[in-house]
């Protein structure tokens, strides 16, 4: 099988990095293995405009800006677990409100997990997006939103690679 490039800043279209970091406390706890790692490490790049997420690494860090506008939302630093593996070791979002709409240190701890593992990964990652749906709900106050609707609207579709 070959391997695919990396996506990198220079190969996106539009990137703007996050203007106004907020440390998210709640990271988290998943441990990534070395395989999973090395396939985060490549990125992932929207191919239309379903996809709303693009996502790049930098000496360990990855990168998650909106597809659409390029912005940066979500810079997630990794570090190698003893043992083998990778964990999220600090992360940090954007605050600033004209740029990102933020909700809540557990809805930012979700929508990370979600984005490398249901995007980048392509894993189903059901009880993340089920997770995504509750804390959507509770936070809205609106009961009546139906889940695809959430999904779509926080991760947009996965085109098949």
Known sequence: MIEPDPVTRSSLRRVSPIVAPMSVATRPER??????????????????????WNVFVE?????????WTG??????SFSPVPGGGWRI????VESDPSRYRRRSDQYDRVMV????SGIVLGEPAVDLRAELVALTTQESGRADLPAGVVE???????SPR
């Open 113 to 116: 997990e979600l984005v490398l």
């Open 59 to 67: 000496d360990e860090v990855a990168f998650l800006h909106r597809s």
């Open 152 to 158: 779509h609207s926080a991760l947009g579709l996965r």
């Open 31 to 52: 441990t990534w293995s070395d395989e999973q790692w090395k396939r985060i490490a490549l990125g992932y790049q929207a191919r239309d405009m379903d996809e709303k």
């Open 89 to 92: 070791s600090a992360l940090v």
């Open 71 to 76: 912005n940066g939302i979500y810079e997630a």
